[in-house]
Structure formats: C-alpha cells, structure tokens
Nanobody
Framework: QVQLVESGGGLVQTGGSLRLSCAAS????????MGWFRQAPGKDREFVAA????????KYADSVKGRFTISRDNAKNTVYLEINSLKPEDTAVYYC???????????????WGQGTQVTVSA
C-alpha cells in the first residue's frame, strides 16, 4: 500500500510563492507519472499539474499555466510543485497522486494522502 505525504502548504499573501512536496512510500514513484490535484471548499477535486515518469513531459491546467511548475526527484521518491504568483482562487487543499500516462490528467490510485492546505489572502 502506498502512502502519500504532502507538505509545504501555508498562508501566503496574493503574489506569494510556495513549494509543495509529495513524498511517497510503499511504491517507487519513478515507476509512475505523477500529478497534483486540488480541492477548494465546496468544489470538486480538480487536476492541477502532472509530470511523466522521466520528467520530460509536463501538463498543466489552464488556470495555473505559467505560474506553477511541477518537477520530480526519483532518487528521493518525491514530487514537487512550485507555485508562484498566488491568487486567492488558488486557495485549496493540494494532493498528489499517480496519473495515467496517457493524457496525464486522470488519477491512477484510489487512495489519497492528507493533502496540504494552501491559503492565499487577498
């Protein structure tokens, strides 16, 4: 059973930056394309960004393009999400998960970690 532990969230002002981390145990992350998702209060969980197994391909939701950067360190079994130019509408709990290698937007595993809260003040 894989365990996903997201961290790095916090309270920031509009325009601020954060770096989120997703550490996995129980499975080798390097075997999977990985992605980040987020869920705002009262809304469904949505796709944010994904990176291929090798790190050579990435995909982003239109709402975060140019502001978020996903990366991975397979040696550390960790995936990162650098988030810049934060907006109040980015406020959400952020989660990571494996994603289907075709399309990179569909989560692969049925289980989620606890997520990390990002709150952006106006």
């Amino acid at each position: 059973q894989v365990q996903l532990v997201e961290s790095g969230g916090g309270l920031v002002q509009t325009g601020g930056s954060l770096r989120l981390s997703c550490a996995a145990s129980g499975r080798t992350v390097s075997s999977y394309a990985m992605g980040w998702f987020r869920q705002a209060p009262g809304k469904d969980r949505e796709f944010v960004a994904a990176v291929s197994r090798s790190g050579g391909s990435t995909k982003y939701a239109d709402s975060v393009k140019g502001r978020f950067t996903i990366s991975r360190d397979n040696a550390k079994n960790t995936v990162y999400l650098e988030i810049n130019s934060l907006k109040p509408e980015d406020t959400a709990v952020y989660y990571c998960n494996a994603v289907h290698p075709l399309g990179l937007t569909t989560r692969l595993w049925d289980y989620w970690g606890q997520g990390t809260q990002v709150t952006v003040s106006a």
